[in-house]
Nanobody, 125 residues
Framework: QVQLMESGGGSVEAGGSLRLSCVAS??????MGWFRQAPGNEREGVAT???????SYADAVKGRFTISKDNTKNTMYLQMDGLKPEDTAMYYC?????????????????????WGQGTLITVSS
């Protein structure tokens, strides 16, 4: 079974940037996504990518975060700029075998079959 491994988490001051990576042990699935969960909150979608370039973003991160992937490296990325304290959360990458609407997947984490262990982002004010 393909495994997902996130990296790139850490602590940063508000306004700073981080880039998360998600490496798949074998290959990237048709749809990939980034989700996050803050303490006491439900898991929420951040960004999804299906196919080579169809993407969708949560309103809270539009214009600040960019999702991308490199199939040659079996790696998905999340470039996060203009970080805010409210972005503090555990960030998870996820994979779905079959193609789906990236917009629909943002709000439906249950449609992803594979999940990484998560990487923590802490943004201080």
């Amino acid at each position: 079974q393909v495994q997902l491994m996130e990296s790139g988490g850490g602590s940063v001051e508000a306004g700073g940037s981080l880039r998360l990576s998600c490496v798949a042990s074998a290959y990237l699935h048709a749809c990939m996504g980034w989700f996050r969960q803050a303490p006491g909150n439900e898991r929420e979608g951040v960004a999804t990518i299906c196919g080579d370039s169809q993407t969708s973003y949560a309103d809270a991160v539009k214009g600040r975060f960019t999702i991308s992937k490199d199939n040659t490296k079996n790696t998905m990325y999340l470039q996060m700029d203009g970080l805010k304290p409210e972005d503090t959360a555990m960030y998870y990458c996820a994979a779905r075998v079959a193609y789906y609407s990236p917009l629909a997947l943002i709000s439906r984490p249950a449609l992803f079959e594979l999940w990484g262990q998560g990487t923590l982002i802490t943004v201080s004010s």
